[in-house]
T-cell receptor
Framework: NAGVTQTPKFQVLKTGQSMTLQCAQD?????MSWYRQDPGMGLRLIHY???????DQGEVPNGYNVSRSTTEDFPLRLLSAAPSQTSVYFC????????????FGDGTRLSIL | KQEVTQIPAALSVPEGENLVLNCSFT??????LQWFRQDPGKGLTSLLL?????REQTSGRLNASLDKSSGRSTLYIAASQPGDSATYLC??????????????FGKGTHLIIQP
C-alpha cells in the first residue's frame, strides 16, 4: 500500500551541487508530475510526464531536468543547485484520464546554502 | 491564465462549530476540483474530488460544493474537532492544455480548531 514514495525526505546542498530527487509509484499510473511549494506562492508545476519516454515542462521548469524511463519512476534532477531552489518538492501521480484524482507523496524538503 | 483564490487565508474557531472554506477560480473551463488537507511538514491528503458535471461531494463530516459557472467551491466542515486543524488546499484541473498541465492550486486556508 505504498502509493507515491519520495526520497530523500530532507536534504541540504551547497550552491552548485547536483542531486536527484526520487519519486516512485506502485499504482501503475501513467501521469506523473513534480511541484514545488514555496511560502506565499502555493504549489507550482515544474515538469510532468504522461507516460514512459514522454515528458514536458510545467510553469517553472528552469534549473530542473526530468526523464521517465519506466512507468513507476519519475526522478527530478537539479543540475547546479541555487538558493532560489530551496523549497518543498512534491511528486504526484494519477491515471491518464483527466478526471482521475491526483495522489501526492510526502514531499522532499530541500535547502540550498 | 487560471488563478485560484482561497478565502480566508487563516481561520481560528472553537471546537464544535460548523465552518465554511471558500475557493474561487477565474476560468470555469475545468475538468474537476480537488480539496486537499496538508498537516505541518507533511504531504497532501486528498479529501474530495468534484467533477465539473457534479454539484457536490460528501465524505463523513465534509461536504464540498461546486458552482462551475460562477467559479466557486466551498468546503463545509461539520462539528469541527481539534484534529481538523490543518491547511486546506483547493486545486482545479484546467481544460486548457488537455489536462496535462496538472493542477492549479490556491494558497490555502490555515485552519485552527481551539479545544
Amino acid at each position: 500500500n505504498a502509493g507515491v514514495t519520495q526520497t530523500p525526505k530532507f536534504q541540504v546542498l551547497k550552491t552548485g551541487q547536483s542531486m536527484t530527487l526520487q519519486c516512485a509509484q506502485d499504482m501503475n499510473h501513467e501521469y506523473m508530475s513534480w511541484y514545488r511549494q514555496d511560502p506565499g506562492m502555493g504549489l507550482r508545476l515544474i515538469h510532468y510526464s504522461v507516460g514512459a519516454g514522454i515528458t514536458d515542462q510545467g510553469e517553472v521548469p528552469n534549473g530542473y531536468n526530468v526523464s521517465r524511463s519506466t512507468t513507476e519512476d519519475f526522478p527530478l534532477r537539479l543540475l547546479s543547485a541555487a538558493p532560489s531552489q530551496t523549497s518543498v518538492y512534491f511528486c504526484a501521480s494519477s491515471y491518464r484520464q483527466v478526471r482521475q484524482p491526483q495522489h501526492f507523496g510526502d514531499g522532499t524538503r530541500l535547502s540550498i546554502l | 491564465k487560471q488563478e485560484v483564490t482561497q478565502i480566508p487565508a487563516a481561520l481560528s474557531v472553537p471546537e464544535g462549530e460548523n465552518l465554511v472554506l471558500n475557493c474561487s477560480f477565474t476560468d470555469s473551463a475545468i475538468y474537476n476540483l480537488q480539496w486537499f488537507r496538508q498537516d505541518p511538514g507533511k504531504g497532501l491528503t486528498s479529501l474530495l474530488l468534484i467533477q465539473s458535471s457534479q454539484r457536490e461531494q460528501t465524505s463523513g463530516r465534509l461536504n464540498a460544493s461546486l458552482d462551475k459557472s460562477s467559479g466557486r467551491s466551498t468546503l463545509y466542515i461539520a462539528a469541527s474537532q481539534p484534529g481538523d486543524s490543518a491547511t486546506y488546499l483547493c486545486a482545479v484541473r484546467p481544460v486548457r492544455g488537455g489536462g496535462a498541465d496538472g493542477l492549479t492550486f490556491g494558497k490555502g486556508t490555515h485552519l485552527i480548531i481551539q479545544p
